[in-house]
């Protein structure tokens, strides 16, 4: 199993760094680097550049180990952004891992920002997007199969196999930014009115009451 697992955290690199010789969805950057200070009040399209800088700034562990999948959709997403790695600021390249429980599903949603390319570490998911004309794109992919999402379009994955399933993501955009489509109409803040939900949907107002109230944050 390790120099599978191996084999497929390489890939999972390399897509990035595919990704990165191309027009990325950020702006040039002017300089070698410009690690991201993230504790800076200056707001700007990116981040602000620290000073003081080190190797532990372009470095993160944090996608070597699966993530816990115990939730309500069956499937966690582990980032690797400038939010976790400053020193990609600027740089226009960022990466996510995707684990998923049998069953699990990364439920419908868009990155404004950036195009999304999946390889598959472990498993078998049903993935597909969906364009402006609403036509669907689906394909069932597999362990070292690869799966691209247009910037800016609704998809999804869902693992319909009886075993765990992971996958390493690569995004054009150091920040892509994630927007769930059920959370956005139903759970905003302030909530989207009853009256557009229940027409654009075409449901009664129990309906997108109850919806609301299982999609509403936490207190």
Known sequence: MAPS????????????????????????????????????????????????????????????????????????????SVQQITGLNTLGVSMARIDYAPGGLNPPHTHPRATEIVFVLEGELDVGFITTENKLFSKTIKTGEIFTFPRGLIHFQINNGKVPAAVIAGFNSQFPGTQRVANALFASSPTVEDVVLTKAFQVGTKLVEKVKSRLAPKK
């Open 5 to 80: 697992y191996d084999y497929g955290m390489m890939i999972g690199m390399m897509i990035v760094i595919f990704l990165a010789s191309f027009v990325t969805a950020d702006p040039e950057l002017l300089q070698d680097v410009c690690v991201a200070d993230l504790a800076s009040g200056v707001k700007l399209n990116g981040f602000s550049c620290k000073t003081n800088i080190s190797a532990d700034d372009f470095f993160f562990a944090g996608l070597t180990k699966p993530g816990l999948t115990n939730n309500t959709f069956g499937a966690t997403v582990t980032p690797a």
